[in-house]
Nanobody, 116 residues
């Protein structure tokens, strides 16, 4: 069974940075897309960043210019570098992958809390 395991969440002050990591149990070339979603309490899950196997990332407008999504294909890790964090970035961040067969795989999520 394919697994995605996130790490790196925590409590941080506004304006600071945080890097999330997602470890995959199989090679990234097996996935059509990989990326990050987030869900805040009482809100719908939203896409933060996504990238195809050979493409460049697409970002939500709210994080563009502040967040950077990139892969370490040797170690099967996906990262989300979050800079200039804002209180509205507070959410559970969830790693996601879609296979070429259309299967969606989700991590368990990691909490990010940004204090003002």
């Amino acid at each position: 069974q394919v697994q995605l395991v996130e790490s790196g969440g925590g409590l941080v002050q506004a304006g600071r940075s945080l890097r999330l990591a997602c470890a995959a149990s199989i090679k990234f070339f097996n996935f059509k897309t990989v990326g990050w979603y987030r869900q805040a309490p009482g809100k719908q899950r939203e896409l933060v960043a996504a990238m195809t196997d050979r493409g460049t990332p697409d970002y939500a407008a709210s994080v563009k210019g502040r967040f950077n999504c990139f892969k370490d294909t040797v170690n099967n890790q996906l990262f989300l570098q979050m800079n200039w964090l804002k209180p509205e970035d507070t959410a559970t961040y969830i790693c996601h992958a879609e296979s070429y067969q259309g299967d969606h795989i989700w991590g368990q999520g990691t909490q990010v809390t940004v204090s003002s």
